[in-house]
Nanobody, 124 residues
């Protein structure tokens, strides 16, 4: 019931910047938390950053001071500004959204949705 579309990935040299976007659409009441995760082959998906509806942010230690997460609640969109990129930031980045939707029987139910992922490659 909630679709997430990511954009903004690509190839960049070390030290460069990229900005990822994640737009949510569908039938939902509110998105409580939006976040970015990343995954490399053979490794588990790991948290990069999250942001609540009220703007509280949480970052992985490895990206603190370099990445900034933000969101536009009116547009149901989250952003990840990535600066000073390093080769070890290379991964598929996934957007996640968790919140509440109204069912056909008018019950408030929770959802947890993922985007399809966008590749970020940082060359040395």
């Amino acid at each position: 019931q909630v679709q997430l579309v990511e954009s903004g990935g690509g190839l960049v040299q070390a030290g460069g910047s990229l900005r990822l976007s994640c737009a949510a659409s569908g039938n939902f009441f509110r998105i409580n938390v939006m976040g970015w995760y990343r995954q490399t082959p053979g490794k588990q998906r790991e948290l990069v950053a999250t942001i609540t509806f009220g703007g509280n942010r949480n970052y992985a230690e490895s990206v603190k001071g370099r990445f900034t997460i933000s969101r536009d609640n009116a547009k149901n969109t989250a952003y990840l500004q990535m600066n000073s990129l390093k080769p070890e930031d290379t991964a598929v980045y996934y957007c996640n959204a968790a919140g509440v939707y109204i069912s056909a029987s008018l019950r408030q139910l929770q959802f947890d949705s993922w985007g399809q992922g966008t590749q970020v490659t940082v060359s040395s």
